[in-house]
């Protein structure tokens, strides 16, 4: 079974850097794309930043030059650093990935009718304080 399994959540203040991981579990392959999204309460689930298995990075305009999505292929995990963090990027994190089985939908933040994420991760609270 399938796990992405989250870590890294955390506080921080204006203007400072976090990170967050997710570490893939029991696929051994490597994902055709991943991603990872956020929400806030009350509030729809927004694509921020998702990766090929090329390596093609794409982002949400909000967090263009600040947000950097990048993997680790042979430990099979995916990690997003976040500098100049603002309040408006508190939200719950989620990681995401689209096995092979979804290679029709192309992996860009801003594909045709979005992504659609086979798997999600439990989600890991970012915080940013004025």
């Known amino acids: 079974q399938v796990q992405l399994v989250e870590s890294g959540e955390g506080s921080v203040q204006t203007g400072g850097s976090l990170s967050v991981s997710c570490a893939v579990v029991?696929?051994?392959?490597?994902?055709?794309?991943m991603a990872w999204f956020r929400q806030a309460p009350g509030k729809g689930r927004e694509g921020v930043a998702a990766i090929a298995s090329d390596g093609y990075t794409s982002y949400v305009d909000s967090v263009k030059g600040r947000f950097a999505i990048s993997k680790d292929n042979a430990k099979n995990i995916l990690y997003l650093q976040m500098n100049s963090l603002k309040p408006e990027d508190t939200d719950t994190y989620y990681c995401?990935?689209?096995?092979?089985?979804?290679?029709?939908?192309?992996?860009?933040?801003?594909?045709?009718?979005?992504?659609?994420?086979?798997?999600w991760g439990q989600g890991t609270q970012v915080t940013v304080s004025t």
């Open positions: 995401a990935a689209m096995d092979g089985s979804m290679w029709r939908i192309p992996c860009r933040i801003a594909a045709p009718g979005g992504l659609s994420p086979n798997y």
């Open positions: 029991g696929y051994t392959h490597r994902m055709y794309c």
